[in-house]
């Protein structure tokens, strides 16, 4: 696959949108489901809607895989808010969450800034091969990082979330971002890999302890993100959930990303100003998404009075 240095990662893109347009329905739905069964007194696991939304999951999983394969994850993940943004317009019709002008105006601000992203983003990979991943992983920097987001979960998961997971979202929020640490990595891992399979090149020894490490771990990053979604959506509002989630797993990839592929470095100073500014517009929008819910919003100081008191 040819991504030089003029080239649009146009199929990258593509593929990255219509899987945040998806996935931007899967919370919508399996909320929805979640309250249908809740409201019969049964399982959610019967319901059809919460399944319909646990396959549109599965999909836009496997759309994001195909994504950050075909494009730089510094891209990817930022258009994300897309689906943010869907799945806002979404809950307003399935679970009747209607957006004041606050919630229209998050959406605006996500939409220019992941305009902005894609024409800022970086057209070149800096990992392009397997060999240059396996010296990536064994990275000293990676390595700290990577034994600190594992300290961290195993908190988080054993002590934090009994205790605290049903009255503060921030922490299955944390949960779920952090694993994005290794989800996103392993995903581009394997497509290197697959690449050179398909180019011919004889698998290793060591190239099969990659290929099984790196499924074994997307596999069970994949699994504790959808138990503690779940969760998250049995005691919190779906378009609360999916804004703050937004915002944290997209923080932690990039972050990864740029411990890992150090995509960074074939950016310009102008380039990197531009995503920097685009990704704060992108984070106060859906930071405007998320305080909508709460927040009343008027043009005449003296009616807001009359409706507080």
Same mark, same amino acid.
């Given at each position: 696959?040819?991504?030089?240095?003029?080239?649009?990662?146009?199929?990258?893109?593509?593929?990255?949108?219509?899987? &945040?347009?998806?996935?931007?329905?899967?919370?919508?739905?399996?909320?929805?489901? @979640?309250?249908?069964?809740?409201?019969?007194?049964? &399982?959610?696991?019967?319901?059809?809607?919460?399944?319909?939304?646990?396959?549109?999951?599965?999909?836009?999983?496997?759309?994001?895989?195909?994504?950050?394969?075909?494009?730089?994850?510094? @891209?990817?993940?930022?258009?994300?808010?897309?689906?943010?943004?869907?799945?806002?317009?979404?809950?307003?019709?399935?679970?009747?969450?209607?957006?004041?002008?606050?919630?229209?105006?998050?959406?605006?601000?996500?939409?220019?800034?992941?305009?902005?992203?894609?024409?800022?983003?970086?057209?070149?990979?800096?990992?392009?091969?397997?060999?240059?991943?396996?010296?990536?992983?064994?990275?000293?920097?990676?390595?700290?990082?990577?034994?600190?987001?594992?300290?961290?979960?195993?908190?988080? @998961?054993?002590?934090?979330?009994?205790?605290?997971?049903? !009255?503060?979202?921030?922490?299955?929020?944390?949960?779920?971002?952090?694993?994005?640490?290794?989800?996103?990595?392993?995903?581009?891992?394997?497509?290197?890999?697959?690449?050179?399979?398909?180019?011919?090149? !004889?698998? &290793?020894?060591?190239?099969?302890?990659?290929?099984?490490?790196?499924?074994?771990?997307?596999?069970?990053?994949?699994?504790?993100?959808?138990?503690?979604?779940?969760?998250?959506?049995?005691?919190?509002?779906?378009?609360?959930?999916?804004?703050?989630?937004?915002?944290?797993?997209?923080?932690?990839?990039?972050?990864?990303?740029?411990?890992?592929?150090?995509?960074?470095?074939?950016?310009?100073?102008?380039?990197?100003?531009?995503?920097?500014?685009?990704?704060?517009?992108?984070?106060?929008?859906?930071?405007?998404?998320?305080?909508?819910?709460?927040?009343?919003?008027?043009?005449?100081?003296?009616?807001?009075?009359?409706?507080?008191?």
């Amino acid at each position: 696959m040819d991504k030089g240095e003029g080239n649009w990662p146009v199929a990258g893109i593509a593929t990255a949108v219509t899987s &945040s347009l998806i996935n931007g329905s899967t919370f919508v739905l399996q909320k929805k489901g @979640i309250l249908r069964a809740r409201g019969r007194g049964v &399982s959610y696991l019967t319901d059809v809607v919460w399944w319909s939304g646990t396959i549109s999951m599965i999909v836009g999983q496997i759309g994001n895989f195909l994504s950050y394969n075909l494009a730089p994850a510094v @891209i990817v993940t930022p258009l994300g808010a897309l689906g943010v943004l869907f799945g806002a317009v979404l809950a307003s019709w399935i679970l009747q969450e209607n957006l004041n002008l606050l919630g229209k105006l998050g959406c605006v601000l996500c939409c220019c800034g992941s305009v902005v992203l894609i024409v800022h983003a970086p057209k070149t990979e800096a990992v392009t091969s397997r060999l240059e991943f396996e010296e990536r992983l064994t990275d000293p920097v990676f390595m700290v990082y990577s034994f600190s987001v594992v300290l961290l979960l195993i908190v988080l @998961i054993s002590w934090i979330a009994p205790v605290h997971g049903r !009255s503060n979202i921030m922490v299955y929020v944390a949960i779920c971002s952090l694993l994005g640490s290794f989800t996103v990595p392993c995903s581009k891992g394997l497509g290197l890999v697959a690449q050179d399979a398909f180019g011919g090149t !004889s698998w &290793s020894d060591r190239t099969v302890v990659l290929v099984l490490g790196l499924l074994g771990t997307l596999v069970t990053s994949i699994l504790i993100q959808f138990t503690f979604i779940t969760k998250a959506l049995e005691n919190f509002s779906s378009n609360m959930f999916e804004a703050i989630y937004y915002v944290m797993f997209t923080s932690t990839v990039i972050l990864s990303s740029a411990v890992l592929f150090k995509e960074w470095t074939v950016l310009t100073v102008i380039d990197s100003i531009a995503l920097i500014s685009a990704l704060t517009t992108v984070f106060v929008g859906v930071v405007l998404l998320h305080i909508s819910h709460d927040a009343l919003l008027t043009w005449k100081q003296e009616d807001a009075r009359e409706k507080l008191d």
